[in-house]
């Protein structure tokens, strides 16, 4: 059986004839010593015909065609006129050698051409690739070279092209910087509190809040210079006259240490400091629910934008959240949990990041387990649509 090549190359189509066949008797290995001898390989594999790409526009499109298996008018032409007519109904006397499985099916589902896509196809595809320019004479020394640079950039290029409002990668740094926020400002307002509270202790029993804390802290500085005529001013940072009354009085009566003027200022800045992280943190929270109205609308209107975001961050990227199953997604955040669970073949668990959504925090503690697995399979089609929909 006649065994005919098709080599993709930057610059056009090229087929070749594979002689000898049955003396070689397929034997890879032979193909393989005789690849780096051009001697050899030339007697053994001969161009039927080579068929060039009319502009660089033309190659990217063939190359992208390619890569993804579909077979182009131009190829089909180029195969239905250069190789043997396939009759109906009748074995094939040939078949043609194809790199990729995928391109090889499409070939032969549509032109009924039998393909072969194998160990050794590859390795004479390879001695073709190694000696191309020899192959076609018209080739001008490092024509080739300039058409795979070229047609290399363009494919790159092409590949790496998306839709900026939709980039997953921006919600999954968001939502570690989220995260790694959320922490810092906990301890260092835990610091402020501490710091400060040398100098007025009472205050922490007045004001809870972290940043309202760092505010009224920067505000009052050195507590014996706090008077009167400081309440409006305090009742606007606390909201609340009484609360700021209150602050007043217990600043008047306070047992904290006086602390020097270069130790208020270090507090001052601090303070500073932490109200500067939550006024970003905010904004940062902002941006985050406008990416993921963008990028992942039906999912967090279904779950959140922060639980939406984690599960695209642990996933990956959408597209591995969406190819998830809901019963994978489920558990998304508990692999621990899990995988120990197994181990001591104890109970798996119900829930993982999805856990922190409202749904499942007013189920009650019996329904709980089946409320996140109706919310996985829901998020689960909902990541499908928003990462596959083209709307």
């Given amino acids: 059986m006649a065994l005919f090549l098709l080599y993709e190359s930057a610059s056009g189509y090229a087929l070749l004839e594979a002689h000898g066949i049955d003396e070689i008797g397929q034997n890879t290995e032979a193909v393989r010593n005789s690849v780096s001898d051009l001697n050899r390989f030339g007697k053994v594999v001969k161009l039927r015909s080579f068929n060039p790409f009319t502009s660089a526009l033309d190659a990217l499109k063939q190359c992208n065609a390619i890569s993804e298996g579909l077979l182009t008018d131009e190829l089909r032409t180029v195969l239905e006129t250069n190789l043997p007519k396939v009759k109906e109904g009748k074995k094939s006397k040939f078949s043609l050698g194809v790199s990729d499985p995928k391109i090889g099916s499409q ?44 047609l290399g950039h363009s494919y790159s290029r092409a590949k790496v092209k998306f839709n900026v409002n939709r980039v997953d990668n921006m919600v999954i740094q968001a939502i570690f910087l989220l995260d790694t926020l959320d922490k810092d400002i906990n301890s260092f307002s835990m610091r402020v509190r501490e710091w400060y509270s040398w100098h007025f202790p009472e205050l922490v029993k007045i004001v809870n809040d972290n940043y309202l804390y760092a505010k009224v802290a920067k505000f009052i500085e050195d507590k014996a210079k706090l008077a009167e005529d400081k309440i409006p001013e305090l009742t606007d940072i606390v909201g609340d006259e009484d609360k700021a009354k209150e602050i007043v009085e217990a600043a008047k009566a306070s047992m904290g240490q006086d602390l020097s003027p270069v ?46 975001a984690r599960l695209i961050s642990h996933a990956g990227s959408l597209t591995n959240l969406a190819k998830c199953p809901s019963s994978t997604l489920q558990i998304l955040g508990a692999e621990k949990a899990l995988f120990r669970a197994l181990k001591t073949r104890g109970n798996t668990p119900k829930y993982g990041l999805i856990f922190h959504s409202s749904f499942i925090g007013r189920a009650s503690s019996k329904n709980k387990g089946r409320m996140a697995r109706y919310l996985a399979n829901k998020c689960s089609i909902a990541s499908r649509i928003d990462c596959f929909s083209g709307v």
């Fill in 107 to 150: 070939i032969a589902e549509v032109t009924k051409i039998p393909c072969q896509s194998n160990e050794f196809v590859s390795e004479l595809l390879r001695g073709v690739r190694l000696h191309f320019d020899k192959f076609v004479g018209d080739l001008k020394t490092g024509d080739l070279e300039k058409a795979q640079l070229g």
């Fill in 263 to 308: 130790d208020l200022i270090n507090v001052h800045q601090f303070a500073q400091r932490v109200m500067d992280l939550s006024e970003y943190r905010r904004k940062l929270y902002d941006y985050l629910v406008a990416k993921m109205n963008d990028i992942a609308p039906n999912l967090a209107s279904l779950i959140g934008e922060v639980v939406g």
